[in-house]
C-alpha cells in the first residue's frame, strides 16, 4: 500500500510503499476512505509530543470501511463503516478503565502517535474503540467528528450548565462546537489571534454574538471558557474573563508553557475559579446514553481541517 512515513520529528513526511497491515486478536483491518488533519499530527511532527513510534504513519481521524477482521473480533464485521479516534487501547486492568476513565489508563496508547494511523490506504485498529458511523454523514465531512467534534464536545460536557460560553482559538473544534452549544441555548464568545478578521467573522456566522483577540475582554463576564488553542498563555486570559467561581476547561493535547499567573485569577483576589482539562475520549462502550448528542442538522464544514483521501 502507499503510506505517509514519519521517520524522524522535525522532517518531512515521505510517501512510501508500505506493507497492508494484518489485523490480530481484536482488531479490524479498514480500508482508509478518509483522514483529516488536526493540530495534534504538527505536534507530533514537530517534536513536541515526546516518543512517538517510529517510524509512524500519522492520522487519528479516520474514516474507514472494514475490510477483513481479527480472529477474536466480535463486534464489527467486513462492509461497516467506522471512525477511528485519537484514544486506541487501554489495558482495562487499572482503576481509571474499570471506572470508564480508559482515557486517563497510563497505559493507554494511541492512533497516529504510539500506534499507526490513517494517512495510508489501509490501517488495523481494535474493533472496541471503533465508532460506529451515521450513514448521513460523508467521510470527509465525519472525519473531523472523531477529534474535533469528540474532545470539543467532552470539553463542553466539563462547562456543566454554563450560558455565557468563551472558546479560545476558533479552528476546527470550536466551531464545531460552537453550532451545539447555539443549539443548546448558549451564548458564544470567540477569541482569535489579534487581527484575524476573517475568523472572527466566520464564528459570528456561526452564531457567536461577539469575536474580538484573545487578550481582549468580552463585553460580559463569562461562565465558562474552553480554550482549544495550543496556547498555555490564554489560562490566564481565559481565568480572567469567567466570572467568579467560572470554569477554565483546557481542551488541548498540548497546551505549551504557561506563563506566571496574576494573582487576581487565582483565588487569591477573592475571585476562585475552576479549572478542568479534557484528555481524549472513552471508548464507545463508556458512553452513558444519555450524554450522546443527537443532531438532525448537518454541520457546517470547517476551513481549517480539510479532510485528505489517501
Known amino acids: 500500500m502507499r503510506a505517509m512515513i514519519l521517520d524522524q520529528p522535525g522532517k518531512p513526511l515521505t510517501l512510501r510503499d508500505w506493507p497492508v497491515p494484518e489485523p490480530r486478536g481484536r482488531q479490524v483491518q479498514l480500508q482508509v476512505l478518509a483522514c483529516a488533519v488536526c493540530r495534534t499530527d504538527l505536534h507530533v511532527v514537530d517534536g513536541e509530543l515526546p516518543n ?26 467486513v462492509g461497516q463503516r467506522v471512525g477511528v479516534p485519537w484514544l486506541g487501547w487501554t489495558d482495562g486492568e487499572c482503576s481509571f478503565c474499570r471506572s470508564g ?3 486517563l489508563c497510563p497505559n493507554a496508547r494511541f492512533t497516529g502517535y504510539t500506534l499507526d494511523g490513517g494517512y495510508a490506504e489501509y490501517t488495523v485498529a481494535d474493533e472496541r474503540y471503533c465508532v460506529p ?9 465525519a472525519a473531523p467528528l472523531l477529534c474535533a467534534g469528540l474532545i470539543g464536545y467532552r470539553s463542553l460536557t ?45 464564528a459570528k456566522t456561526l452564531g457567536a454574538v461577539w469575536a474580538g483577540a484573545s487578550e481582549d475582554r468580552p463585553p460580559e463576564e463569562l461562565d465558562a471558557a474552553i480554550i482549544f488553542a495550543p496556547v498555555g498563555a490564554l489560562v490566564p486570559a481565559a481565568l480572567a474573563a469567567v466570572r ?11 497546551m505549551g508553557t504557561f ?27 463508556s458512553w452513558p446514553s444519555r450524554r450522546k448528542f443527537r443532531c ?11 479532510p485528505t483521501k489517501p
Open 101 to 103: 476513565q480508559e482515557n
Open 259 to 285: 506563563l506566571p499567573f496574576p494573582t487576581s485569577c487565582c483565588g487569591v483576589s477573592g475571585r476562585s475559579r475552576r479549572s478542568r482539562t479534557s484528555r481524549a475520549g472513552t471508548p464507545p462502550n
Open 296 to 306: 438532525t442538522r448537518p454541520l457546517s464544514r470547517s476551513r481549517s481541517s480539510r
Open 133 to 141: 458511523l451515521p450513514e448521513q454523514y460523508p467521510d470527509p465531512e
Open 158 to 202: 466539563h462547562t456543566g450548565d454554563a450560558k455565557r460560553l468563551g472558546m479560545y482559538g476558533f479552528g476546527a473544534a470550536a466551531h464545531i462546537i460552537a453550532q451545539v452549544a447555539r443549539y443548546q441555548g448558549r451564548t458564544v464568545y470567540a477569541f482569535t489571534r489579534r487581527g484575524d478578521k476573517r475568523a472572527q467573522e466566520f
Open 52 to 77: 512517538p513510534k517510529l517510524p509512524l504513519i500519522l492520522g487519528h481521524e479516520i474514516v474507514g470501511r472494514v475490510t477483513r477482521v481479527g480472529e477474536q473480533a466480535s463486534l464489527l464485521s
Open 244 to 254: 467568579k467561581g467560572g470554569i477554565v476547561v483546557c481542551g488541548g493535547i498540548h
